[in-house]
């Protein structure tokens, strides 16, 4: 099946925490593929930076070596490149330093050195503040801020190769988009990692067919925020920001105050709508959280498990029905007696 396992690997790695007066939870699935190659950061309270917070997912591809070193590896990064002031705008400047800084970092370890890994990996960071949301994106990965009312905010945008400014930087730097695909390979066109598109030393990394550097996107905090979500596109493959953000909203509507239930919730949800990929889930909650009262995520497990035995009650009864003689006067001829 090429490389699609036969079931679903459906078990999760889930933690939630808090700090810094916010709540979060992490859930991690492997899904329908062979591997998984899902990494992520969840520091509420980041030593490095006083009253800050950090969050990141890594979505890997062709392997999960930069993936997991990129998670390893990306707080000190930023330590090193943060200039360690509370100005939103500085550490903007700081995320995209560090994502360049990382990606070298990375393009120096032996085993990508010696061409014996060529994975790569998205990467899409948050740091909080107690007045701001600064999200780093390079990639496809998506984070998306609900605010009250109903809203979405998108604290990032997909980059793809068909889009009119990756375009010409990949055609700048030597390379075409074949199927929506970087040489008619790289499916994004922004990712740490994938040094084989970045081979022109007369170009920045920036520059290069496939680009390290993220976009920056600045939020002011506010009462009103109710959640970020952070996730890898095995989720935004079969929802959208909005879907996403209403189905979370409906799960702790329905009582659910357990963050890391509720990134799983999110993730079996979007299996059922046949995601086939790895799904990583990163949930913020923020100030504007409403909560309803009720089961939570064991009520909708019992809700789903219930109408899958029906189902198969049903299949059961049908197949029963199909392998039985039909009745005698179903073949009378007619003007027989």
């Known amino acids: 099946m090429g490389n699609f396992l036969s079931t679903p690997q459906t078990d999760k790695v889930t933690h939630v925490g ?14 329908w593929r062979t591997t998984m190659e899902d990494a992520h950061i969840a520091q509420a309270n980041v ?3 006083a009253g800050a917070s950090i969050f990141a997912v890594f979505d890997g591809h062709g392997g999960n070596l930069v993936a997991d070193e990129s998670a390893v590896r990306f707080v000190d990064t930023l330590v090193k490149e943060h200039q360690h002031t509370n100005d939103p705008q500085a550490i903007g400047a ?3 330093r560090a994502f360049l800084a990382l990606d070298t970092d990375l393009r120096a370890m032996q085993k990508v050195e010696s061409g014996e890994d060529q994975s790569g990996c998205t990467a899409l960071a948050a740091f909080l503040t107690d007045t701001h949301i600064i999200v780093a994106n390079s990639g496809d990965s998506r984070g998306v801020l609900a605010t009250c009312g109903d809203a979405v905010e998108p ?23 074949r199927n929506n695909r970087v ?6 066109s922004r990712a740490l990692g994938d040094f084989y598109f970045k081979e022109r030393p007369d170009l920045a990394p920036e520059a ?5 550097e993220p976009d920056i996107k600045i939020e002011a905090r506010s009462a009103s925020n109710e959640f970020l979500l952070l996730a890898c596109d095995g989720v935004w493959d079969v929802l959208t920001n909005e879907e996403a953000c209403n189905y979370v909203r409906r799960v702790m509507l329905l009582g659910e105050t357990n963050m890391g239930l509720i990134c799983e919730e999110l993730l079996d949800y979007c299996l059922s709508l046949d995601s086939r990929d790895n799904m990583s889930a990163v949930l913020v909650v923020l100030e504007g959280a409403r909560f309803g009262t009720g089961d939570g995520v064991l009520g909708i497990r019992k809700e789903r498990e219930a109408a899958e035995e029906a189902k198969k009650r049903q299949q059961e009864l049908v197949g029963q029905q199909e392998g039985q003689d039909p009745p005698q006067n179903m073949f009378t001829i007619a003007g027989s007696q």
């Open 155 to 177: 604290m990032s945008y997909d980059h793809k190769p068909n889009n009119a400014r990756e375009k010409l930087r990949i055609e700048k730097a030597g390379g075409m988009v």
């Open 18 to 31: 808090e700090g810094n007066g916010i709540s979060f939870g992490v859930s991690c699935m492997q899904g």
């Open 47 to 49: 030593p490095a930076f």
């Open 183 to 188: 040489n008619g390979d790289l499916a994004v």
């Open 208 to 212: 290069q067919q496939v680009s390290p």
């Open 94 to 96: 700081g995320l995209r």
